[in-house]
């Protein structure tokens, strides 16, 4: 059973999480990572491929994100931008990665023989749409939405990731 002070901890932990800027790259990220997956799956490679593809494919998109503020900051700034401020750009960097490079973890398990090749592109797609409706779900009830407002708000937001799917699977 879980007790108060637990639950007001995790509370606390998730409010912190909702209002970081790791929000959107997390979603940013998952929404790539979605994108490639549903992408590979036509003529996918095998498990351990496909998740060494998702991993590059998140580490790329990462370091794009260091790079790009890198450049936009000096422009911005008129100014060289030193070492010890990539702290912020490395951060973001790493929380689209992480978003991105999610789907890897099935593609492993897949590699090591734990779950079919097929079961870890299903898992993949469901749990990066899921991803996406519950932080558009969380984000509506911190937004003051009821309940059945929250749900419509993550339906509508997992509209994009559930067409994609869906038109994957209409195609294939």
């Known amino acids: 059973m879980t007790s108060t002070a637990d639950t007001s901890a995790l509370g606390r932990a998730l409010g912190a999480h909702m209002g970081s800027r790791d ?3 997390i979603l940013y990220g998952a929404i790539i990572g979605l994108a490639l997956v ?12 496909t998740a ?3 991993i ?8 794009a994100e260091v790079y790009s503020q890198f450049v936009a900051d000096e422009a911005r700034e008129r100014r060289r931008i030193r070492l010890g401020e990539l702290c912020r750009p490395a951060g973001d960097a790493l929380a689209v990665a992480t978003g991105a490079g999610f789907p890897a973890v099935f593609f492993l398990l897949a590699g090591v023989h734990v779950i079919e090749l097929d079961l870890a592109f299903t898992l993949a797609k469901w749990t990066g749409l899921g991803l996406i409706c519950a932080y558009g779900f969380v984000a509506a009830r911190l937004a003051g939405l009821r309940l059945g407002g929250a749900c419509l708000h993550a339906a509508a ?3 994009v990731g559930c067409a994609l799917i869906a038109l994957k699977a209409l195609l294939h």
Do not use: K
């Open 52 to 54: 060494a593809t998702i």
């Open 23 to 25: 929000v959107a790259r």
């Open 38 to 49: 549903v992408a590979l799956q036509d003529h996918p490679p095998t498990a351990v491929a």
């Open 56 to 63: 590059g494919t998140a580490v790329a998109v990462g370091l």
């Open 157 to 159: 937001i997992g509209a």
